[in-house]
């Protein structure tokens, strides 16, 4: 069936870097923008970045613009978010989830969307 | 930069009550509202898309309604497993901005 699944988090110490995962099956992932969003304990849902299907273009929200990187890799069906510089306010589970309906961002649905996985920022 | 606000921020219903919840945008966003809603420890999950359309598999008892800046997501008949976060979604703009949340509780 369509899957999303998110790995990579972890403890990391503030001001060093992480790498997150989602690795897609059961769907063609290259047809499909893909975001992250994450969600601070306690806290609700925050939008992170996108990218197009075909990764021409990337947005991020500005709290984590020029820190973090989102891409992808379509002979793995694999979503990738680059953390940088990571602060304690960047602690969250972080949820990737697939994109359907939009074009080139406008419309976007996220009707599929990994178990998530947690980040702590912390010395 | 769009603001996205919900009311009310959590309510407390009965088992077979019609809950409403608001969403309301700070400019226009046409119709791209979607709504989700979260359990507990869980990822979100679609319930309706651009406003007023039931994703597969969510039950009839869910709706939304709106356009502009004002949407409604009602639960006709609320079930005991509809306690959950209920959080709203712009996807207009490219900031995709989501709501704070409407927590629902069964009485």
């Known amino acids: 069936q369509e899957q999303l699944v998110d790995s990579g988090g972890g403890v990391v110490q503030p001001g060093r870097s992480l790498r997150l995962s989602c690795a897609a099956s059961?769907?063609?992932?290259?047809?499909?923008?893909m975001h992250w969003v994450r969600q601070a304990p306690g806290k609700g849902l925050e939008w992170v970045a996108v990218?197009?299907?075909?990764?021409?273009?990337?947005y991020y929200a500005d709290s984590v613009k020029g820190r973090f990187t989102i891409s992808r890799d379509d002979s793995k069906s694999t979503l990738f978010l680059q953390m940088n510089s990571l602060r304690a306010e960047d602690t969250a589970v972080y949820y990737c989830?697939?994109?359907?309906?939009?074009?080139?961002?406008?419309?976007?649905?996220?009707?599929?969307w990994g178990q998530g996985t947690m980040v702590t920022v912390s010395s | 930069d769009i603001q996205m606000t919900q009311s009310p921020s959590s309510l407390s219903a009965s088992v077979g009550d019609r809950v409403t919840i608001t969403c309301r945008a700070s400019?226009?966003?046409?119709?791209?509202l979607n709504w989700y809603q979260q359990k507990p420890g869980k990822a979100p999950r679609l319930l309706i898309y651009?406003?007023?359309n039931l994703q597969s598999g969510v039950p009839s008892r869910f709706s939304g309604s709106g356009s502009g800046t004002d949407f409604t997501l009602i639960i006709s008949s609320l079930q005991p497993e509809d306690f959950a976060t209920y959080y709203c979604?712009?996807?207009?703009?490219?900031?995709?901005?989501f709501g704070p949340g409407t927590e629902v509780e069964i009485k």
């Open positions: 059961g769907f063609t992932f290259r047809n499909h923008g």
């Open positions: 400019q226009s966003i046409n119709n791209y």
């Open positions: 989830a697939r994109a359907v309906r939009g074009k080139n961002g406008k419309g976007d649905v996220l009707d599929i």
């Open positions: 979604q712009e996807s207009n703009n490219l900031s995709f901005t």
């Open positions: 990218i197009w299907n075909d990764g021409s273009d990337k």
């Open positions: 651009t406003a007023s």
